[in-house]
């Protein structure tokens, strides 16, 4: 039996109680022991639905709770320790993205995993979103050719939802880069690997890097990332896509309906339905901007799956999130760079 600890009830933490939830009516090798939060009634609330024990910390679940996983959804800042002491103590560990903050803490989370055995997964989940798993089965399948170029973007209000305002301290969550735009740099690491070469420049205010442009070359392809959070309030979240292979252009946009097309070279236009496949997000106890479990419901569903068979993670590992991590601090640098020298400079 798979027993999970949920440490942090915020607002991720509720979206994967719900994911919990959904998940545990089709299947009886899990459970939900123990939720923990600073904020007792913030624990108390998932773990009345989840039928789970309340912690005060952390290291108090890890201490006293009957658990073999942990699920950790804290700020970012508190990733790095809480997974760290996660597999000292001998549990496999799923960690929200970023993985953490600095390329020494990644390092130092891997030699961990090589010391301990541990199993352990980032949520970069926009790997198993929906529709994003299909514009990579079709690159993956060749069906519509070489992948010529792309656009992704992910735009958002100011989030306003974090505790203590968390999201707006840089220092806390690396600022949109690292915070949003970092699902994209995932993705599209997944998709084509490293890049051979790139280029990137950020919107700063108050010494936080509120928007992110990048321009990665892979050979003769061109890739545009967009990440930024600095709208306002009233300002619809968007996360798109628009791909060109050479015989079709695949085009997404959450904010579109339908969200799906593709535009084969020949005339014809095709609009699957990939989201039909996961849960809706439910009676809105997460808040945010999702209306489906999506990818959440997905990469959990995949993470239980593992533990349960004792497979090794395969799909966003901790090495994934990692090296996502590493490639987004990168751009930061060479924006740094560029803003340093007037005008883009390659890296
Ligand atoms: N995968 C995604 O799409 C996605 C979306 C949103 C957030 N996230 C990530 O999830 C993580 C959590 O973000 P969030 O939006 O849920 O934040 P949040 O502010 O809504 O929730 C954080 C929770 O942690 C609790 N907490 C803070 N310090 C604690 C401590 N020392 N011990 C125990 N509890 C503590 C707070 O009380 C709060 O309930 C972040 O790393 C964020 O980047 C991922």
């Not at 799956?305 to 090495?319: F, H, K, N, V, Y």
């Not at 996502?324 to 005008?343: D, M, P, W, Y």
């Amino acid at each position: 039996m798979i027993k999970i600890g949920l440490i942090g009830a915020g607002f991720m933490g509720a979206m994967h109680a719900s994911c919990y939830e959904a998940l545990a009516g089709g299947r009886d090798d899990f459970r939900v022991t123990a939720v923990a939060d600073d904020d007792p009634a913030k624990a108390a609330k998932l773990a009345g639905k989840l039928g789970a024990d309340v912690y005060a910390s952390a290291e108090a679940l890890m201490r006293e709770a009957d658990v073999n996983a942990v699920d950790i959804c804290l700020p970012t800042h508190l990733h790095f320790e809480t997974a760290a002491s996660a597999m000292k103590n001998g549990f496999d560990v799923f960690v929200e993205k970023p993985v953490c903050l600095t390329e020494s803490e990644a390092e130092t989370l891997l030699a961990l995993q090589r010391e301990t055995g541990a199993q352990a997964m980032v949520g970069q989940c926009i790997r198993f979103w929906p529709e994003y798993t299909e514009l990579k089965r079709l690159k993956d399948s060749g069906v519509y050719g070489r992948l010529l170029s792309g656009v992704f973007k992910r735009i958002s209000p100011r989030p306003g939802w974090a505790w203590n305002g968390w999201l707006h301290d840089p220092a806390k969550s690396g600022s949109a880069a690292l915070d949003l735009h970092v699902h994209d740099v995932d993705f599209v690491r997944s998709l084509l690997g490293e890049p051979d070469r790139l280029v990137a420049e950020t919107v700063s205010r108050d010494g936080a890097n509120g928007h992110i442009f990048s321009l990665y070359r892979y050979g003769d392809a061109v890739v545009s990332l967009e990440g930024g959070w600095d709208y306002p309030e009233t300002f619809p979240f968007e996360m798109a896509y628009r791909v060109s292979f050479e015989r079709a252009t695949v085009v997404f946009s959450s904010a579109a309906d339908p969200s799906l097309r593709i535009y084969e070279a020949g005339g014809g236009v095709i609009e699957p339905k990939p989201e039909a496949s996961t849960p809706a997000a439910g009676d809105g106890d997460s808040g945010g901007n999702i209306s489906s479990l999506g990818g959440y419901y997905n990469e959990l569903r995949y993470f239980l799956d593992c533990l349960a068979a004792g497979r090794p993670i395969e799909q966003s590992t901790l090495q994934d999130g990692c090296d996502s991590l590493k490639l987004t601090l990168r751009e930061i640098a060479a924006a740094h760079h560029a803003a340093g020298n007037e005008g883009g400079k390659r890296t």
